[in-house]
């Protein structure tokens, strides 16, 4: 088996995502600069998959990651907006700005 077959296999893409997201979650409530925690939280997880879409489907992917791209920029911002301004929780403010986002994904795949 080459190094192509093994990058383009689930389980190691399965890995590398749980490697991500536990670094990212440790990083974050390990750091006591904010600024970092924040910039490492905001790691692209979605461009560099890019390396994994076949050039067929490059373009759409490309054009429907940057639509969500703005929407969740939208949903970070409500969460911030919610939590910090109306003083919703943490739960409830990542729930509704997870449904925010969910529904905009939603719309996106039914038009």
Do not use: E, Q, R
């Amino acid at each position: 088996m080459n190094i192509k077959n093994i990058i383009d296999s689930y389980p190691f893409k399965f890995l590398l995502g749980g490697i991500i997201v536990s670094s990212v979650s440790y990083l974050s409530n390990n750091l006591t600069n904010t600024v970092i925690s924040g910039v490492i939280a905001s790691v692209p997880i979605a461009l560099p998959t890019a390396v994994f879409v076949k050039k067929s489907k490059l373009k759409g992917y490309s054009t429907n990651l940057l639509i969500m791209t703005g929407v969740l920029f939208i949903s970070t911002f409500l969460f911030w907006y919610l939590y910090n301004h109306l003083n919703y929780n943490k739960h409830i403010s990542v729930l509704y700005s997870m449904l925010f986002w969910a529904f905009c994904g939603l719309l996106l795949i039914i038009m």
